[in-house]
Each structure stands twice: as structure tokens, then as C-alpha cells.
């Protein structure tokens, strides 16, 4: 499913612009003239905690503990809620708060008298509600307690969406990442084969689900509150005070955190709406992040789509010796629509990136269970040198960059008061990496320090059961090259959504990438 756009206040004009952040080269030359000055992030501030979580399962339960400890407001803001999902799958311990999201919104308001619970949600997803059984009831529930309060967000140009998935507590801890709080997204890093605690709430089972968010507290949780706030009043609501200062922390205190008192920076995508001018943050990071590797790129990612992103990296496979780049992605797009726009684009230039690769550094792949099912992955992450540390919600395609709302965090060991975080990003990377081959972190560090690539890790750690292969591209019909290379369905601009043959193809546009047959 495609996902959605960002509501900022109508003074944002106002605001002072962030520059690239202290140390950094903005890669001017890969940024587009028309989108304007190379800005990379919009704050940057001290997060006392920070700490990658893997997978819904440990999120789901994390983020309820972490419910639980709020004082004064939770603000949950994603592209779609379902009331009826559980946030763990263990029984329900007698006297302990509801399993059911719906029902625990209601109990978590009636154990803190005087919280306020927020909920934004993209306003076209509404429509789901409407054949979801119990979530009707459960919005009226809401609708009559006087703490909680649910707004459908339509405050974006027709044809985008609002896709950020944020949660602010107290505006000392909040999330930001690709995990939404809705159906099929509950799994383990184990990924089993028919494992019956995967299931939707009819009960049916679903396949494997790969995600990452970020758990943040501190100043920086403090600035995602800002943007939640702005977010909110955007969409039609009133203002909203900061919290008051409080010394304690929403942090779930079982999270030993592994970055501790790291700069945390905050990038966005925003389409132009009413007299907000257009944010391609996002955008211009990705690109000057591509153009800083020296050695590789580790990235989890749910669509490879992007000309400009193939572009930077076309760049750098053409070099005398480029860096390893390392995509791990779905194997195909959900829903039959998507995967003739995303996955034809994808075949398109990859193979444009394949004629500039000629030292075989580049490589997209895909993960498997034991029994061979396709794991999807709906992650948003990208390791850089394992200097740079990635997480957000916003895809490798055009929609991400210029359309919908997105929210990406970052940790950047360029900055000042980061130098130490080299050993914990590359420990994340070691433990993904050893989560897709079925093998442990010691296992596959052990193979990456010895000189091994990525990929040749991950070959060389193959066995019968998980594991990474490299995607196979299909052979595209002329109908199918004719949708990647217009993307109608993933457009750059807004405008493009209502002109799509009006401007040249992928390749066309580009000045680095050529069509392949």
C-alpha cells in the first residue's frame, strides 16, 4: 500500500532553514536546481537514549511499557491504526492491562486521570475502518472520553499521503521509524514458518514481516514533539502546549539503550500545500550519504524506485573503486497494482545501475525463511561506513522524496559528542545482517572482519534454511517498461500525478543512467 503527507504550521516560512549538519559536505552537485539549497535535516539535538528495535514484536510490548509511564500526553501519529490488534501475544496476566489496542487506550486513560491521549491518522485510510468489525466501536469509545482524541489528516495536496509514524510521550521519549501500529506487522526476528501468533485479527495467518524503528528520549525526543504538535495543529486542531518539564523519563526500563547521549538529526519530505513550501530533506541526505561512503552501504529498504537514488549511486559504481552498496528489499510490492509500478521501476534501474557496476559492488537482495517464503521487508534503514546510522519511515522511491510526509532519524559520528558510536552501529549491522542469514552476530562478524563483503558473507554463511539471495530480475513486457519509465504510479512532484506523460522518462531525465533493453 502506498502511505502519506506531512502537515506542518502555516508559519513555517518563518523558520529559520537547518543547514547541513557540523562536518559534512552538502552535495550540492546531486541535488536537482529546482529543489533549491542542499538542506539536510531539520533540527538536531542531544538524545539522552537512543536505540534501534527490531521487529513489531519487541516494539509493540516496549511502546506499551513505555504507555504506561506517561504523565501527561501521548501523541500517536501514523498512516494507519487498527484497535484491534494485540500488542503482544502471551495471555493476558489477570488484573494486567489489555492485550487489544483499543481496549488499552481506553484503560490507559482511566489509569492516569488528566493524560491526554492524541491520535492523527491519514485521513484516506479511514476508510478501512469501515469493514473492521469492533474498530468502529472502539472509536466511538474514544470519541466519547473526554482525554482521547482521533483526527483523520487531510491536510496534503490530493494524490499524497501521510506516511510519517511518530509517538511523542510526555516530550521526553518518542519513536520514529516504519513500524505502524495495524494489522500484519507483528513478527520476530525469527521470522518462523506458520507461526500461529502471526495472525490478523480474523484470525487468518500472514507471511514473515521484516521492520525497524527508533526509540529516542531526551531533547531530541523533545524536537519530535515540536513537529507532532505542528503536525496536529496542521490538520485542522487546536494548538498544543509543550508538555511541562518533568524529570522522569517514559523510557521502558527493561531497554538497555545502546547509544547513549548522541546528536540526533531530524530530516523530512513535504509536499508544497497552501502556503507551506515544499521540504526534500530527505532527499538531499540520502544523496550526500550515497556520495560520503568510502567503504560501503548497508540499507533495508521497502522499495528501490528513485531515479535520483539510483543516480547517486550510478556515480559512485562508475568510480576506479567504489564502495560496497548492499540493499536488502521485498521481493515484491504488496498488492498487484504496486507491483507493476515499483517492481518493473526497480528492474529498470537496477539494470541501468549494473551497466556502470563493473567491479560487482552493488547488489539488491532479498530474504528468505527456512522453508524458502519471501520475508517482506518494510524497514527503513540505511549503515554508511558504520559511521552514519539511518532510521525513519521514508522509502527508496519518488513518493518519499517529494510527495508524502515523511520522518527520518539519523546518528552521525561526524558530529561532535559522536565519535564513540562506531562499535554500536556496527554491532546493529552485524545482528541484521546475521538475522537474514540465520546465523549468529559472532558468526557473521567474524566473517565481515576478515575482510569478506557483505555479500560475499552472506554467500559464503548460506545453508539450507534463512538466508539472503540476490533478486532475480524479470524479463519486462513493453507495457511494463512504459509504466517504470513514466512513473505514473510513484511520481517526483505533485504535479506529475495529474501530467504523467508530460515530462521525459526516468532515463531521459537523467544524466547518468541509461535505458537498458
Not at 482525554?147 to 511518530?166: M, T, V, W, Y
Not at 496542521?234 to 511541562?244: K, V, W
Not at 519471501?374 to 558504520?386: C, F, Q, T
Request: net charge neutral; hydrophobic share 40%.
Amino acid at each position: 500500500m502506498v502511505e502519506s503527507a506531512d502537515f506542518l504550521p502555516r508559519n513555517l516560512a518563518a523558520e529559520p532553514k537547518s543547514n547541513s549538519i557540523r562536518g559534512r559536505s552538502t552535495s550540492r552537485e546531486l541535488v536537482d536546481r529546482d529543489r533549491g539549497e542542499s538542506n539536510t535535516i531539520w533540527r538536531e539535538a542531544l538524545a539522552t537514549r537512543a536505540h534501534v528495535v527490531v521487529d513489531a514484536a519487541d516494539y509493540f510490548e516496549l511502546l506499551q511499557v513505555a504507555m504506561m509511564n506517561a504523565k501527561q500526553r501521548i501523541m500517536l501519529i501514523g498512516w494507519d491504526f487498527d484497535t484491534r490488534i494485540h500488542l503482544h501475544a502471551r495471555r493476558k496476566k489477570p488484573g494486567g492491562p489489555p492485550k487489544r489496542l483499543g481496549e488499552f487506550i481506553i484503560w490507559l486513560a482511566g489509569q492516569t486521570p488528566g493524560l491526554e491521549i492524541k491520535l492523527l491518522k491519514w485521513n484516506f485510510g479511514a476508510l478501512k475502518m469501515l469493514g473492521r468489525g469492533s474498530t468502529m466501536l472502539d472509536v466511538a469509545r474514544w470519541a466519547m472520553h473526554p482525554q482521547i482524541e482521533l483526527r483523520l489528516d487531510n491536510a496534503h495536496p490530493f494524490g499524497c499521503s501521510h506516511h510519517q509514524k511518530i509517538v511523542v510521550i510526555d516530550d521526553k521519549f518518542a519513536v520514529c521509524g516504519g513500524i505502524d501500529m495495524t494489522s500484519d506487522r507483528w513478527d520476530t526476528p525469527a521470522h518462523l514458518d506458520d507461526d500461529v501468533r502471526r495472525k490478523r485479527p480474523n484470525r487468518k495467518l500472514y507471511d514473515p514481516w521484516h521492520d525497524v524503528t527508533m526509540m529516542i528520549d531526551g531533547k531530541a525526543a523533545a524536537e519530535l514533539g515540536e513537529l507532532a504538535r505542528m503536525r496536529w495543529e496542521r490538520a485542522g486542531a487546536a494548538p498544543l502546549a509543550p508538555c511541562e518539564p518533568q524529570k522522569e523519563s517514559p523510557w521502558p526500563g527493561s531497554l538497555e539503550a545502546e547509544f547513549q547521549f548522541v546528536q540526533v538529526g531530524i530530516s523530512r519530505t513535504r509536499a508544497e500545500y497552501e502556503d507551506s513550501p515544499p521540504v526534500f530533506e530527505i532527499e538531499n541526505l540520502f544523496l550526500e550519504q550515497i556520495a560520503r561512503a568510502k567503504k560501503f552501504i548497508y540499507a533495508e529498504n521497502q522499495y528501490f524506485a528513485s531515479r535520483k537514488i539510483a543516480e547517486g549511486i550510478a556515480r559512485r559504481m562508475a568510480e576506479p573503486e567504489p564502495p560496497e552498496i548492499f540493499i536488502v528489499t521485498a521481493e515484491s510490492a504488496d498488492g498487484w497494482l504496486e507491483q507493476k509500478a515499483m517492481d518493473s521501476a526497480r528492474s529498470r534501474l537496477i539494470r541501468a545501475i549494473q551497466e556502470k557496476d563493473k567491479a560487482g559492488r552493488f547488489s539488491v537482495n532479498i530474504p528468505y525463511t527456512a522453508k524458502g517464503t519471501p520475508i517482506y521487508v518494510h524497514a527503513k534503514l540505511m549503515i554508511v561506513d558504520d559511521e552514519i546510522l539511518r532510521v525513519g519511515s521514508a522509502n527508496m522511491n519518488n513518493r518519499s522524496l517529494g510527495l508524502d510526509s515523511e520522518c527520518d532519524l539519523h546518528i552521525d559520528m561526524a558530529v561532535p559528542g559522536n565519535e564513540s558510536v562506531g562499535p554500536a552501529i556496527a554491532l546493529l549491522r552485524h545482528r541484521l545482517l546475521a538475522e537474514h542469514c540465520g546465523v549468529s552476530t559472532e558468526k557473521m562478524a567474524e566473517k565481515l572482519n576478515g575482510g569478506a563483503s557483505m555479500l560475499e558473507a552472506v554467500q559464503q554463511l548460506r545453508h539450507g534454511g534463512r538466508r539472503l539471495e540476490q533478486l532475480t530480475l524479470p524479463k519486462l513486457t513493453d507495457a511494463e517498461k512504459a509504466l517504470a519509465d513514466q512513473a505514473m504510479l510513484d511520481p517526483e512532484s505533485p504535479e506529475e500525478l495529474f501530467e504523467p506523460f508530460a515530462k521525459k522518462s526516468i532515463f531521459s531525465r537523467s544524466r547518468i543512467l541509461s535505458a537498458p533493453d
